[in-house]
């Protein structure tokens, strides 16, 4: 005769060997199939979290890299290169004759460019090209605001004149434009913004421009 014994549930005698009680009809021992699903859902949390902490690392080691003071980003001075900045066509460029009644078409509405007491011809005659439009005399204007050639030295308009050309899709502008937006120069700092300016330039085949994103590890 097979040896017995009590459910725990509900106290009916039921066969040493029964893993179901056959008068309340509950388990006795777990189901192996339910037991091997719960030890897979318990590894499969296991190695969620784990794979969670190890993008948190590396987040924070990306992070740090890029934008700590040691970092990469942080790092880079343009001015340890003097010959990638005031980028300026090769050759030598005389400012156009301009109708003093022309409307400038690449001003923006609302832009103001304060009048002051110049100092050279050869500024006059750049600026008046660039209020008209021309592109290739807004950079040289925005160059001379940069570095006080011909004028007193004002970030803020060179940025305003570097805008204005590179809207109109000159290589040396936008090249000019992503440094004043990468160190902060007449604008507030924005790196992701100067990158887009520089890699406009770079698309254009500037050296420059490719050069200082090759530096970076952005070309």
């Not at 993008?55 to 890299?65: K, S």
């Not at 924005?190 to 590890?217: H, P, T, V």
């Amino acid at each position: 005769m097979e040896e017995t014994k009590k459910c725990p549930y509900c106290g009916g005698e039921i066969l040493n060997i029964a893993k179901k009680c056959k008068h309340c009809g509950k388990w006795i021992e777990p189901k192996a199939n339910e037991s091997h699903k719960e030890n897979r859902q318990e590894n499969g949390g296991k190695k969620l979290l784990y794979f969670i902490i190890c993008l948190g690392i590396i987040a924070l080691g990306v992070y740090f890299t890029l934008f700590s003071g040691n970092g990469m980003l942080e790092d880079v001075k343009v001015n340890e290169d003097p010959e990638i900045r005031f980028a300026e066509p090769e050759t030598n460029y005389t400012a156009n004759k301009w109708d003093d009644n022309k409307q400038p078409e690449s001003l923006a509405p609302n832009t103001e460019i304060i009048e002051e007491n110049f100092v050279s011809d050869e500024f006059l005659s750049y600026k008046q090209a660039a209020d008209n439009g021309d592109p290739v005399a807004q950079n040289k204007v925005g160059n001379m605001y940069a570095q006080g050639i011909g004028c007193t030295k004002d970030m803020q308009k060179a940025f305003t004149y570097y805008r204005l050309s590179a809207m109109q899709g000159n290589k040396y502008a936008q090249h000019n434009l992503g440094f004043c937006y990468w160190d902060g120069t007449g604008v507030e700092k924005n790196r992701d913004e100067g990158l887009k300016w520089l890699r406009l330039a770079a698309e254009q085949g500037y050296d420059k421009s490719i050069k200082f994103l090759k530096n970076i590890g952005e070309y």
